[in-house]
């Protein structure tokens, strides 16, 4: 592989897409499972998130590959990535209000997004969005929620408003032609969504306290708007639910389906650091996700 630019390396990481039929050998060489199961067309998606990229051009960032300018989705899809992933936060002001006077638009919001993707496509990359259900950040420490949603106080207008943003936001990409291939609801949900510095009132959707019942609730919310823009577009996108750590997968999606009670979802997706995420060794790593297949009939991203 070239060398990338040094931005553009930082935004890079890698999915590893095992399709059920497939596992991987400690040699590294793909071994068939159940040989009725017949031939898989792939067994890899090789993937970067790439949601900084409009930002750094923006701003007078420059990518380069072997010394020359070039588009980083080009960059990226000449180096052989298959998948760009985009996150999307709810109302982003702060993206825009950051630069002050420089500022003249949000980032990481849905028009933004929508020129992600466009760009992606136009490169032949298949694209992935990421739903934060935040105006920021979402991740196993900080699940914040968005602003405009701060005042409710019912689980049923909650799953009323994710129903609603995800079926418009995806409506509108549709319509324009870029309904994207992968859906993810929330970002590293170990404890669920919307629940850090939530007011008394709010809707409690914290699982680390209890209340899968209520964050199946809402995940179930979106996967019926994710389900219903897909039939309009006559689309095969898949939903993806997705933690952090490799340790949480097995009781994560034990509870979500159990207790949860969310069932229509293809992938399940983790993210997984070395540095951080100890208590499963790379070496491992393989037999993991071979045994979280078995275990619950998913693709595994």
């Known amino acids: 592989m070239q060398k990338l630019n040094k931005i553009a390396f ?34 890899f998606e090789f993937g970067a998130d790439l949601s900084y ?19 980083p989705y080009r960059i990226f899809k000449d180096h052989g990535t298959t998948l760009a992933r985009f996150r999307l936060w709810h109302n982003p002001q702060w993206t825009k209000d950051i630069y002050g006077a420089d500022g003249t638009q949000m980032y990481n919001d849905l028009l933004d997004v929508e020129k992600s993707i466009s760009v992606s496509k136009a490169q032949g990359m298949k694209t ?40 418009k936001s995806l409506k509108y990409l549709s319509d324009k032609g870029l309904m994207p291939d992968f859906v993810q609801i929330g970002n590293e949900i170990n404890c669920g969504m919307m629940y850090s510095n939530a007011p008394d009132n709010f809707p409690k959707c914290n699982v680390c306290e209890g209340n899968w019942a209520s964050l199946g609730k809402v995940i179930n919310s979106g996967i019926s708007a994710i389900r219903d823009v897909a039939a309009l577009s006559n689309s095969q996108t898949k939903i993806i639910l997705h933690v952090a750590d490799p340790k949480n997968v097995e009781w994560w999606f034990d509870n979500i389906i159990s207790q949860g009670k969310v069932t229509d979802f293809e992938v399940i997706g983790f993210s997984y650091y070395p540095i951080w995420h100890t208590t499963v060794a790379v070496s491992e790593l393989g037999n993991k996700v071979a045994g979280f297949k078995k275990q619950f009939s998913k693709e595994i991203m």
């Open 10 to 43: 930082f935004l890079f990481f890698t999915f590893v897409w095992f399709l059920p039929g497939c596992s991987k050998s400690d040699g590294g060489d793909p071994i068939d499972d159940n040989p009725n199961d017949g031939p898989n067309e792939t067994i």
């Open 53 to 71: 990229a409009n930002q750094i051009l923006d701003f007078n960032g420059v990518f380069r590959d072997e010394g020359e300018g070039r588009n």
């Open 128 to 167: 992935l969005i990421d739903f934060h259900y935040s105006d920021t950040w979402a991740d196993p420490g900080k699940q914040e929620i968005p602003e405009a949603w701060l005042e409710i106080t019912s689980i049923d207008v909650l799953k009323d408003s994710v129903y609603n943003y995800t079926y």
